[in-house]
Structure formats: C-alpha cells, structure tokens
C-alpha cells in the first residue's frame, strides 16, 4: 500500500464546520477559543485564520496582544499540517520544535494569517511515511490587516516522526 499525505477530505469538512471548530478550539486550545480566533478558510495547499481585535484580545499598548497573533498564526501552519496528517495520525507523530516571529506594524483590527505551503508539508509528511527518520519543515505564515498591511511574519518548525509499530 502505497501511502500518501493529501489532505483528509473529512478533516477539512469537520473544521470548515464552525461549531465543530469552536469545539475543537473549546477542548484542544482554549485560550484561541476564549480570543475568539476563527479559521476562515482551509483547502489542501492553504489555510487561512482571523483573530480579532477587541475586549479579549488587545494589550495596554491599544494593539492585538503578541499571544493572540501568535497563536492564530500557529492554528494557520498546524491546521494545514494536521489535515495533511489526519489519516495517517496513528502513523506519525507532529511536534512544534521551533517558532520565529517579525512583528512589522501595530495590529489594531482583525487580523488574518495565512499560511500557503499545503504541498510542502504533504510532501514531507509523504517521505516520513516511506522512510521513518524524522524531518522538520518550517512553514511560513504571513499575518494582515484589513487594510493588507504585513502585521506579523511568523516561521514554525514542525517535527514529523513515524511512530514506532507495535508487533
């Protein structure tokens, strides 16, 4: 059997399900539920994710706190992982191993970070299916205002390792 990392058609249709979203947000990340970060849109190659900017989630500084961006930007390259992941989640384990953050303007409205690189990481999930050494992939996503001003540019490192099969 020849494994493949697209993308699990029912993952995508259970978190473009906003109420099963905001249960999986309520149970998994409760913090991003609580900031009331949504995903706004998630297909195979991209994945793309709002936070607000309100009571919940500004600073004393009158900007969106860095934790909410950063978490909504997490939710923008795991997502898009995990989809890519699902039918395989028993097969291979998903770990962020790194994170790198370039704050560039004042976030001060809604916020959507988008992340493009679906291929990348199926590509990768693909390779630690066929040999089981561990690889990192670092996914970029780019964080904009409603104006579409860069607010953020963050880079996750996420680790793929096949998980040891029981005899």
Request: charged share 20%.
């Amino acid at each position: 059997m020849t494994a493949t990392a697209a993308p699990s058609a029912a993952f995508l249709r259970l978190m473009r399900s906003r109420w099963a979203f905001g249960v999986y947000l309520r149970r998994k990340v409760p913090m991003a539920a609580f900031a009331r970060i949504r995903l706004e849109s998630i297909d195979a190659d991209r994945c793309r994710v709002t936070v607000p900017y309100s009571r919940r989630t500004t600073n004393p500084f009158r900007s969106t706190y860095f934790g909410a961006l950063t978490a909504a930007a997490e939710l923008s390259t795991g997502i898009l992982a995990m989809a890519h992941l699902y039918d395989h989640r028993e097969q291979v384990a998903m770990l962020m191993v790194n994170c790198r953050a370039d704050f560039d303007k004042k976030a001060t409205d809604l916020t959507v970070f988008e992340c493009d690189q679906g291929a990348l990481v199926a590509a990768v999930i693909a390779q630690t299916l066929q040999q089981p050494e561990p690889r990192t992939i670092t996914m970029q996503t780019v964080g904009k205002n409603q104006a579409g001003d860069i607010v953020a540019r963050l880079e996750f490192t996420w680790s793929f390792k096949a998980r040891s099969r029981a005899a």
